[in-house]
């Protein structure tokens, strides 16, 4: 299969990328961040998580984010919903897209959500109900799909299980995400090859973390798959607190410095990308985890 001629970057930075923080970023920050990012010509800015301050401290503004982005037309400012409260919550702060996650392991299922895969399902079964009721979108996340940090190895056919019962309940979208970054190039051309035999490959969207430096071989792979739809964080932001030595995700940088160099087109433009993760690695005080970003500043020097 050829590669895509179009492919849509969904940038999760400000939600993946900034939870896991030590440092406490202010809402304003966020807020500048998602509107550098907008102005970069990204369509999808994941923006915060309806989850309890008590796990998530970082998204505890997430109202407040909300309330306060400059909504750019043509761009969807998604929010991530754990449960029924968060639903309501954000349908409260006037979110028009939310995000649903599962996982493919028990385990990490239940260190993440507390619960089962089949629980975690039937949860998001009821907020697809409503959120549709309500005219809200919903995509669909599933975590651990190329390996569980508590299980090792994870069946394709349980991903495939679970995307088509995410599809099922309404969802446009389902991620498929290797949240521990174990992933290889052959292994996520396998995984891909089972789940698109339940799942059509307009459906799916990769999202890979580069913790073995597997990331961009990954996408390339998912590319060739026929997947025209990448997850990626600004400056490689990310990680995860159920995830022991992940690191964080692709780059939003690297993955479209590689997706020029094929002429593909994205609608995003690198400087001003490299200008909004050099913003928020700033106020974080290091250097950005973008190789192309660090790259493109030493020639600059």
Known sequence: MGLPEYVKIVEVGPRDGLQNESISVPTSVKIELIERLSRAGLSVVESAAFVSPKWVPQMADHAAVMAGIN????????????NMQGLIAALAAGVSEIAVFSSASESFSSRNTNCSIEQG??????????AQASGVRVRGYISCVLGCPYEGSVEPDRVADIAAELLRMGCYEVSLGDTIGTGTPGKTR???EVVA????????AGH????YGQALANAYSAL???ISVLDSSVAGLGGC?????????????????MLNGMGIETGVDM???????????NFLGRPSGSRAARAFAANRT
């Not at 890979?208 to 913790?211: L, P, S, V």
């Not at 607190?241 to 410095?257: I, K, M, R, T």
Request: glycine fraction near 8%; aromatic fraction near 10%.
């Open 71 to 82: 909504k750019w037309p043509g761009v969807s400012y998604p929010a991530l919903v754990p």
């Open 121 to 130: 399902l039937a949860r998001f079964d009821e907020i697809c109900v409503v």
């Open 190 to 192: 396998s995984l891909i």
């Open 197 to 204: 035999g339940r799942v059509p490959l307009k459906n799916l």
């Open 208 to 211: 890979f973390h580069d913790t």
């Open 224 to 226: 060739e798959c026929g």
């Open 241 to 257: 607190p159920y995830a022991p030595g992940a690191s964080g995700n692709v780059a939003s940088e690297d993955l479209l410095y």
């Open 271 to 281: 400087d001003r990308l490299i200008s909004a993760g050099n913003f928020i690695c």
